[in-house]
């Protein structure tokens, strides 16, 4: 079973999926098109890479295919993992965009690029992408917690895929709304 784990950049992808690797694989997207070079070039404005995601999909079907036994949960972790087809669920991490800037200006981010994210937080580009390609997508909030706090409700979404439960309401696209916060630019 796949799982991706995506969300706009700083909403806490890579720290949550440090903490589920002791108990469950990973796949790193952006190590993976770093390393193999699955990108058609360079956007210099953005300092970054312009992925090819033909070949992404390619190589995620080539590892992911009968390496595993059928239950078991390949977590997808990145910024791109909801375009991926053959997934079973899209897990999407939120956070305000007031709070996304401080963090990714703590991270060195520069003032257009932080904007540009804080903008697509606050417009739910993700989320909306992610229904666009999955039919099951959720999400969580994680401005107000602790990492270990959305490591929990990250494996009580996956626990409940797995079992085929019904997802607590609170996981449900739609409840997270920070419209105003794009409105007020
Ligand atoms: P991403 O991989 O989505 O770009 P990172 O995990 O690299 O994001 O960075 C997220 C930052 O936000 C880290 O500095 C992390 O410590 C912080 N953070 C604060 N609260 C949370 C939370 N609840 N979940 C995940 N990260 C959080
Ligand atoms: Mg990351």
Redesign the pocket.
């Known amino acids: 079973m796949k799982i991706a784990l995506t969300?706009?950049?700083?909403?806490?992808?890579?720290?949550?999926a440090a903490l589920l690797k002791k108990t469950t694989r990973i796949i790193d997207l952006n190590s993976l098109i770093k390393d193999k070079k699955l990108y058609t070039g360079v956007d210099r404005k953005r300092k970054s890479l312009i992925a090819d995601l033909t070949e992404i999909q390619i190589h995620i079907n080539h590892i992911t295919t009968n390496t595993e036994p059928v239950d078991s949960v390949i977590i997808i972790?990145g910024?791109l993992s909801h375009m991926l087809k053959g997934t079973d669920a899209v897990i999407v991490?939120r956070?305000h965009p007031r709070i996304l800037k401080k963090?990714l200006e703590?991270?060195g981010y520069t003032g257009s690029k932080i904007d540009e994210n804080a903008q697509a937080e606050a417009l739910d580009i993700i989320l909306c992408e992610a229904i666009d390609a999955c039919d099951k997508v959720y999400e969580t909030d994680?401005t107000s917690?602790?990492?270990e706090?959305?490591l929990s409700a990250v494996e009580e979404i996956i626990r409940s895929i797995k079992l085929k439960e019904r997802i607590s309401p609170e996981y449900l696209p739609g409840t997270i709304d920070w419209i105003e916060e794009a409105i007020q630019r």
């Open positions: 969300g706009t950049p700083g909403t806490g992808k890579t720290t949550v972790e910024h991490l956070c963090r703590d991270r994680t917690r602790t990492p706090e959305t």
